[in-house]
């Protein structure tokens, strides 16, 4: 079995980001990078997903920076599980709408656990189902974007990774409607305010970071209910030690 990803769907979903309407969502996303950036720290690299995010992550202090910006390295050739990479190969792992376009969500985060090392960090983005955007997503056009997508649930997402022994160090939502006109764009500043108060888990996109957790290993000291007393060798047994 292989765990593909939809060359179509990452297409559209380039092409959409580039529209007028969207920008004020490209914005979003640029914005919250910024300060999700002082999270994340590591020394190795590794960005899957849309390349026109990809300048927020890059960074002098990464002594090697990865990026994936098509999606050969996805398609899991020669009907392997795996991606092309050693076990516990990259610190930090940028997850940019990979998962909203991966045929087996579970089994890609499965990868992504294999070569995330100790301690490191995975940062995803992608859209929340449970939010305007996902309540109006059966009313839409299946075949347009971003509604051809698959949306996940803040819930759905971090359970995955909570199974697999990571925590949550980082999560908000953003971009709560939608649709954004020209009238309404004036105002979305301070409706992205209200929203990051009043209804912080229902905005359209989501940001996660996930620390992978490691468990030391802690020498346990036994102890013992009855005293063991060594006694004395008899004589008879020392002549036959002779």
């Not at 610190?91 to 890609?108: C, G, R």
Request: aromatic share 16%.
């Amino acid at each position: 079995m292989k765990l593909n990803t939809d060359r179509y769907k990452y297409k559209e979903l380039s092409k959409w980001y580039k529209k007028p309407n969207t920008q004020s969502f490209k914005r979003i996303i640029n914005n919250q990078c910024s300060e999700m950036k002082s999270f994340i720290g590591g020394k190795h690299a590794l960005f899957i997903g849309l390349s026109d995010f990809k300048k927020k992550f890059e960074s002098l202090k990464y002594i090697s920076f990865l990026s994936i910006n098509e999606l050969e390295p996805l398609d899991f050739s020669n009907n392997t599980n795996k991606l092309p990479f050693e076990d516990d190969s990259y610190d930090v792992i940028i997850i940019m709408h990979a998962l909203d376009y991966t045929d087996d969500p579970y089994k890609f985060i499965r990868e992504l656990d294999r070569i995330t090392t100790d301690d490191g960090r995975i940062v995803i983005i992608g859209f929340n189902n449970f939010s305007l955007w996902g309540a109006l997503k059966p009313l839409m056009n299946k075949f347009s974007m971003p509604w051809s997508l698959n949306f996940y649930s803040l819930y759905s997402v971090r359970e995955w990774f909570k199974i697999l022994g990571y925590d949550t160090s980082y999560k908000e939502t953003r971009g709560l409607i939608p649709i954004i006109s020209k009238n309404i764009s004036k105002y979305l500043e301070k409706i992205n305010i209200l929203q990051k108060f009043l209804a912080p888990n229902i905005g359209g996109l989501y940001f996660y970071i996930f620390n992978k957790k490691t468990t030391p290993l802690t020498p346990v000291k036994l102890r013992f209910k009855e005293k063991y007393v060594v006694g004395a060798f008899s004589k008879s047994s020392l002549n036959r030690v002779k």
